[in-house]
């Protein structure tokens, strides 16, 4: 990128002196680097616009101009005809007519350039959506461990849209006014420049006003915007667990909750609303009254020629324009440092690790070429892997094992003995610190992620599916062709039941998969993650939901698959492993025991044989 220009520079600084600065230095510096994330990233969203952007603020001082010369012609007008009694009709209609003129272009120049910016407004809101969007979908499963789904999605909705009036509010209404006050305040002191410094003393009053209105409310605008994002976490949270609330009979405990979080952000909107009614338009409305008898107080004091009574109409007309931008500028700041504040959130989630992906495009990204790799290299090879998910509390221990391609491999264990750690560590969703993860020959950290998420696929232990047709669950947005479709359903063994629904592949299957049952579900999530064709599936907890009958179904399948696809399967129902070619049992993250079905059972007192008999046993 290069140099910011003037614009964008006044864009920064608008944003620094939104942004809230509560006592203390370590709150000022706070506010300060919030105001920093926010600039930066405003003048990213709008780079495309740079130059509208200048052409905007051009037009915007022609505006100015305009407006500040009906004055100076109703002056000439009053002086020149109508106080001498010189009726010059055809200059005076030129005058009268010019004042007009002036007027109304500037109004239509203004209408304009604000049509023009919130234009320009809506498609940074439109880039930053995507980019947020984009961003989220990249973010490693160690970020969502701690994120809360509705204040995520109040980031890329409601931050993002704050966006928007941040533009508008800098861009139009403080540069505009801006623009005016510079001009007026050179017309006034081209017209008397004594009254002019009379003016100017009262400003101080005006930005003490400005900077009490600032400290006041910034901390209540801080804690509404929190309070809100709470709102939407807790509701979205509610909703998901709807059915475990009304089962555990907690929805009164969780109301209660929900009420007191409603309440401190009712309070804090009070807070807000008070120092609005009291600081903005009715103390700036004030010194405007007293500025006006000043002035002609001021007048009042020296000998009145003739020429002078059209000066003094020009001041009280500039009067105007130089306490409404400032009243202007000042009511604008309730919602410009919520924008603030949401825009500085925006800009955190985006400073996230891979925050630089989305805005350099997304990596191309080639599927991995088999005369690339190391045909005799293990699809999977672990060396002395270890993983903590709180430093020097480990959770797995020195894991090693070799995986050969085409291999159907199986991982069990008691709960909590590191199953899922480990399938996390194989999907790259956490990074090996400690240790070492080689795919097809290649350490995993170097893959690149589209390549490395088209050759690695997944069926989890509960299968997300969309409110759409089967075909949209199996396609997921790749653009297969039908055949394609067809032929990975038919792998998983699911075309059969999407064939006998009323349309087919066409046949949506409700929210959540609700015209399915829990077999089929699973059965539509191994279709998808067959349908791209993966050189290893992992498969997580896959049969642990599904009747008998369905789990047969799911054996049959990746029976099929051996040889061709690499299969890692973590099972709690054995059955489901069984034949696999090699079973490794975990034991507080570590491997205790490998081997074949019929290796492990001949070990007397052995975990897997425990396991397995309990598991009869209980059948």
Known sequence: MTQADPVENAVEKAVEKAVEKPVGKA??????????????????????????????????????????????????????????????????????????????????????????????????????????????????????????????VSRVTNDTEAVKTLYIQVLFVLLDSTIVLIGTTIAMAWLDWRLMLIVLALLPAVLVIVWLYQRLSAPAVTRARALRSEINGQMAESIGGMTVLQASNAAGRFGERFAATNEAHYTARQAELKANAFLLRPALDLLNVILLAVVIFSFGQREIGAVEVGVLYAFISYIARVVEPLIQ???????????????????????????????????A??????????????????????????????????????????????????????????????????????GRI???????????????????????????????????????????????????????????????????YDTSLGEGGSRLSSGQKQLIAIARALAGEPRILLLDEATSRIDSATEQI????????????????IAH????????????VLNHGRITEAGAHDELMRIEGGLYQRLYLLQQLAV
């Not at 780079?47 to 000439?76: F, N, S």
């Not at 009053?78 to 009709?89: C, G, Q, Y």
């Not at 700041?333 to 992906?357: I, M, N, Y």
């Open 554 to 569: 799911v054996q049959e399948a990746l029976d099929e698959l051996r040889g061709t696809v690499t299969i890692i399967a």
């Open 573 to 584: 129902r054995l059955s489901t492993i069984r034949d696999a070619d090699r079973i490794i």
């Open 365 to 434: 990204g080639t599927r991995m070429d088999p005369q690339a790799t190391h045909p005799d290299s293990p699809a999977v090879r672990v060396r002395d892997l270890s993983f903590a998910y709180v430093p020097g509390q480990n959770v797995l221990h020195d894991i090693s094992l070799d995986i050969p391609q085409g291999a159907f491999f199986g991982i069990v264990g008691h709960t909590g003995s590191g199953k899922s750690t480990l399938l996390s560590l194989l999907l790259r969703y956490y990074p090996a610190e400690h």
């Open 438 to 504: 080689d795919i097809c020959g290649e350490p995993i950290a170097g893959i690149d992620n589209e390549r490395f998420r088209d050759e690695v696929g997944l069926v989890p232990q509960d299968p997300f599916i969309l409110a759409a047709s089967a075909r949209e669950n199996i396609d997921m947005g790749r653009g297969l062709a039908q055949a394609q479709i067809e032929a990975a359903a038919r792998a998983a063994h699911a075309h059969d039941f999407i064939a006998a629904l009323e349309e087919g």
């Open 329 to 363: 500028i000042t009511m604008q700041f309730s919602g410009l440092q919520q924008a603030v504040v949401a825009t500085a959130r925006v800009a955190s989630l985006l400073d996230e690790a891979g925050a630089a992906e989305h805005l350099t495009g997304r990596a």
């Open 27 to 152: 709150p000022e510096k706070a506010g300060r680097a919030q105001a920093t994330q926010a600039a930066a990233l405003l003048r990213r969203a709008a780079w495309p616009d740079r130059r509208a952007l200048v052409l905007a603020t051009l037009w915007l001082i022609l505006a100015a101009a305009l407006e500040v010369m009906g004055p100076i012609l109703g002056k000439a007008l009053i002086d020149d005809h109508l106080i001498p009694r010189h009726a010059d009709w055809t200059r005076m209609a030129l005058l009268l007519g010019g004042a007009l003129l002036s007027g109304w272009a500037a109004s239509w120049l203004r209408y304009l350039q604000l049509v023009r910016l919130s234009g320009m407004a809506m498609r940074s809101v439109r880039r930053l959506r995507e980019w947020v969007y984009g961003h989220v979908m990249r973010l490693p499963m160690a970020f969502f461990d701690r994120a809360i789904t509705g204040q995520l």
